[in-house]
């Protein structure tokens, strides 16, 4: 089956227009590549660049269940297998998978018995090439072969088939221009100012204005919040609130004059009417 994926490989990229193999060949290839493991299946992502900036993508869904470290050391030889496939000689390898990295650089030590014979595969293949590298890299630094990675675990995929992405460059509905949108919304805004203009041209208020003056101080009076304070705290309250009208001070001491509960539980003056006459001592 890996042999039948980079037969196909090769000839397409054989097929892309001509040029210097030679020396191609003797300057140093570039190789990304990821495993992905799902509980919807296992895949590999692979991005072989060449010395002249030509790229080649494979996406390889795997056919049995693997671990992380397995998707990702089958990465690395699917990898190794292309390059030896177009004679490449000097190869640097990309991996976000620390442990496989390490592995190879011989700065971990390989406990699992199947670990060991994956890195005992990689080892022998990579004496093939001429010169070679191998470093870790951010999993930021890797997304192209992460999401090729990606897209063969994302669907059931039980032979090769060719997934085609093109670019849509403009939106599949006509939008207004943002320019009209905005005036638009400008002219809403700034609806609010209409009635300030004319009352400083005019010095006349709008006819519900006494309306909402009396629903500012029913609300902060004797609302949910409310604890009826006296005319000038009222006043100063609803100014902290962002209300303000000329008479503010006088309709609030007006209205707690008129509050029936204020009148009933205000406290009572005990002081007596008449003019109070001192008394001396004998």
């Known amino acids: 089956m890996k042999g039948h994926v980079m037969t196909d490989f090769v000839v397409e990229s054989l097929q892309r227009p001509a040029r210097d193999e030679k020396s191609d060949k003797a300057e140093w290839w570039t190789l990304q590549v990821d495993g992905a493991s799902r509980s919807s299946g296992s895949g590999v992502g692979l991005l072989l660049q060449f010395p002249n900036g030509e790229q080649l993508e494979q996406a390889i869904r795997l056919g049995f269940l693997a671990s992380n470290n397995k998707a990702e050391y089958e990465a690395i030889l699917f990898g190794l297998d292309l390059a030896l496939a177009l004679s490449v000689s000097k190869l640097r390898i990309y ?161 707690v004059k008129k509050c029936d509960k204020c009148q009933r539980h205000a406290p009572i003056p005990h002081v007596p009417s008449e003019t109070l006459n001192p008394i001396t001592s004998p």
């Open 95 to 255: 991996s976000d998978s620390q442990l496989v990295v390490r592995h190879i650089q011989e700065e971990y030590e390989v406990r699992d018995e199947r670990m060991t014979r994956y890195l005992t595969k990689v080892r022998d293949t990579l004496q093939r090439l001429g010169e070679w590298t191998i470093e870790k890299v951010r999993r930021a630094d890797n997304v192209r072969s992460d999401t090729l990675a990606g897209i063969t675990t994302s669907f059931s995929i039980k032979e090769a088939i060719l997934l085609p992405i093109y670019v849509q460059t403009s939106l599949s509905i006509t939008e207004t221009p943002a320019c009209n949108a905005i005036e638009e919304s400008q002219k809403e805004s700034q609806e609010w100012t209409r009635v300030i203009k004319e009352y400083l041209r005019t010095c006349t208020l709008p006819e519900d204005s006494k309306c909402l003056d009396q629903y500012v101080l029913v609300e902060l009076h004797e609302g949910v919040c409310g604890n009826h304070p006296e005319g000038r705290s009222l006043a100063h309250w609803a100014h902290s609130q962002g209300y303000y009208w000329t008479a503010m001070k006088n309709d609030a001491a007006t209205y």
